[in-house]
């Protein structure tokens, strides 16, 4: 079994269990290393307007990265690596840049959750899905995730395809759209995240479809493997078949970090 990089904590406000059960859960899938990517505060809005329920508080961000460290010690030497998942806002690099730089991280998934404000991934929401043709939100959700390529803030794109979460999908084909974004996540350099939640969600299958997953094997775009987990039980779920999608589309490889630097894990 591979490596898990995407596994949050309950500071976030909507994930359970203690980090010590995500760790032995890790353990005893036979995880060779994990990361924890909690979700950073939501440096995006005025601190009046901050959901606790969607991510960390401002001052919980210190404390996560020491729990982390704790926990790094506490089982050495089984590798455990200290990223966050961070919202990708168009305009707002700069306030995004200052929280991410008060901590040496081993890397950094880029997500993109909100457009123009609306949290399309959030059930609460789904009904901005009606106010919109669907091949025109495509395109406007890719070219965001573009931009978030072309930051060079980020060493992963968190499940690259997240607007398929409600299975909500243009009828037509859009795999131009995918190719697009494809081109300019590999002229970035930075990766892309296969992240196995989308198996416990309407849309039913990994995150991102396998169209897309082929796209980025051709463009030579590395890939790291993500559960998503909000629960403990949930680490490394779904990970035999994102293993088996990534094997058929050529991939042999995933990528871990440590401080930034790029290791590749066989599969
Ligand atoms: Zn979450
Ligand atoms: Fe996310
Ligand atoms: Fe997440
Ligand atoms: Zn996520």
């Given amino acids: ?20 059960e995500y760790v032995a859960s ?7 290393e994990i990361g924890f990517a909690d979700h950073i505060p939501m440096y995006f809005l005025p601190p009046a307007k901050r959901d606790d329920s969607i991510a960390m508080k401002e001052e919980e961000l210190d404390t996560y990265v020491g729990r982390v460290r704790e926990i ?36 950094i998934l880029g997500s993109v959750h909100y457009l123009d404000g609306w949290g399309f991934d959030n059930p609460a929401q789904r009904d901005g899905y009606d106010r919109w043709d669907l091949y025109e939100l495509y395109r406007r959700y890719f070219s965001t995730v573009q931009k978030a390529a072309a930051s060079g803030i980020f060493d992963s794109l968190a499940h690259p395809d997240l607007i398929k979460k409600f299975g909500i999908r243009p009828e037509g084909d859009i795999t131009e759209i995918y190719e697009d974004t494809v081109r300019e996540i590999a002229a970035a350099g930075v990766c892309i995240e296969v992240n196995t939640s989308g198996l416990r969600v309407p849309a039913g299958e990994i995150y991102p479809n396998t169209g897309f997953l082929q796209l980025c094997h051709k463009y030579r775009v590395p890939v790291t493997l993500g559960s998503d987990a909000h629960l403990p039980q949930q680490v490394g779920a779904g990970f035999k078949e994102a293993v088996d999608i990534l094997k058929s589309v050529g991939y042999t490889k995933v990528v871990t970090f440590t401080g930034k630097n790029k290791n590749y894990y066989q599969i």
Wanted: charge should be negative; charged fraction near 30%; aromatic fraction near 10%.
């Fill in 1 to 20: 079994m591979p490596v898990d990089y995407h596994i949050h904590t309950k500071m976030c406000g909507h994930a359970s269990g203690e980090m010590e």
């Fill in 26 to 32: 890790a353990r005893q899938k036979g995880l060779r």
């Fill in 72 to 107: 790094q010690e506490k089982y050495y030497p089984f590798p455990i690596k200290l990223g966050m998942e961070a919202d990708f806002v168009p305009g707002m690099e700069n306030e995004l840049k200052a929280v991410l730089k008060r901590h040496d991280l081993d890397y």
